[in-house]
């Protein structure tokens, strides 16, 4: 999903993370749907 707050953001439809990073919130979603949790190592790349 691609929302725009003045900026254009991705975000992980399972966590709904925000991402500046198509990329990263793809791989994001990937994970949250595998393994039902978030991954740190993504999450810290989030946008609050
Ligand atoms: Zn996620």
Do not use: P
């Amino acid at each position: 999903m691609v929302i725009f707050l003045g900026e254009k953001y991705y975000i992980c439809e399972e966590c709904r993370f925000k991402y500046k990073d198509k990329e990263l919130a793809q791989k994001c979603e990937k994970w949250c749907k595998k393994h039902k949790s978030c991954n740190l190592n993504i999450t810290k790349y989030a946008i609050s």
